[in-house]
T-cell receptor, first 113, second 113 residues
Framework: ETGVTQSPTHLIKTRGQQVTLRCSSQ?????VSWYQQALGQGPQFIFQYYREEENGRGNFPPRFSGLQFPNYSSELNVNALELDDSALYLC????????????FGSGTRLTVV | EDQVTQSPEALRLQEGESSSLNCSYTVSGLRGLFWYRQDPGKGPEFLFTLYSAGEEKEKERLKATLTKKESFLHITAPKPEDSATYLCAVQAEGYSSASKIIFGSGTRLSIRP
């Protein structure tokens, strides 16, 4: 059974640039959620995708967007990067939209300079 | 507003010294409460799900309990390898098909040999 894999592991971007983060869900999981985790804080919910459609969104601006593909892999896109976007971005998958027992990836550490 | 508060923020114990971590929550309706372990630079690792007051779950040296307002993670005779940040999260009712999970800020546990 494969877990959740994220790429890249680390990334440095300049303020104003755009970034795409990728996530490969655990086999059999059709729901994927993205979280932002600032240093010393708990993860904050960005949005969730279920069967390729956005299924819920947290308090993040529209410049945070996502996609889920037929094979349940997913992307998180962030436009017009700001310094405060520096964080660990976590992808989590689950076998149904109930969400319990999420499997998290190891995250992408994004630094905006 | 749905909220999760964890205490203490940090806890240092001697190996073998048992203790408890607290998670207080306020939600309009609880669908589930989760405990995760997170090691530095890694994604959260799922430990337990609790659904109703009075429920208990155990895994090795860890035991999670749930009341109507809080949950406790009891650590019995901890070892240095139990050192990590422990995150509590709740899944609330009332989000239609979305299954947003709200995390606390975590408790950083350090076990000295």
């Amino acid at each position: 059974e494969t877990g959740v894999t994220q790429s890249p592991t680390h990334l440095i971007k300049t303020r104003g640039q755009q970034v795409t983060l990728r996530c490969s869900s655990q086999s059999g999981h059709n729901t994927v959620s993205w979280y932002q985790q600032a240093l010393g804080q708990g993860p904050q919910f960005i949005f969730q995708y279920y069967r390729e459609e956005e299924n819920g969104r947290g308090n993040f601006p529209p410049r945070f967007s996502g996609l889920q593909f037929p094979n349940y892999s997913s992307e998180l896109n962030v436009n017009a990067l700001e310094l405060d976007d520096s964080a660990l971005y976590l992808c989590a998958s689950s076998p149904r939209d109930r969400g319990y027992g999420y499997t998290f990836g190891s995250g992408t550490r994004l630094t905006v300079v | 507003e749905d909220q999760v508060t964890q205490s203490p923020e940090a806890l240092r114990l001697q190996e073998g010294e048992s203790s408890s971590l607290n998670c207080s929550y306020t939600v309009s309706g609880l669908r589930g409460l989760f405990w995760y372990r997170q090691d530095p630079g890694k994604g959260p690792e799922f430990l337990f799900t609790l659904y109703s007051a009075g429920e208990e779950k155990e895994k090795e040296r860890l035991k999670a309990t749930l009341t109507k307002k809080e949950s406790f993670l009891h650590i019995t005779a901890p070892k240095p390898e139990d050192s990590a940040t422990y995150l509590c999260a709740v899944q609330a009712e009332g989000y239609s098909s979305a299954s947003k999970i709200i995390f606390g800020s975590g408790t950083r546990l350090s076990i000295r040999p």
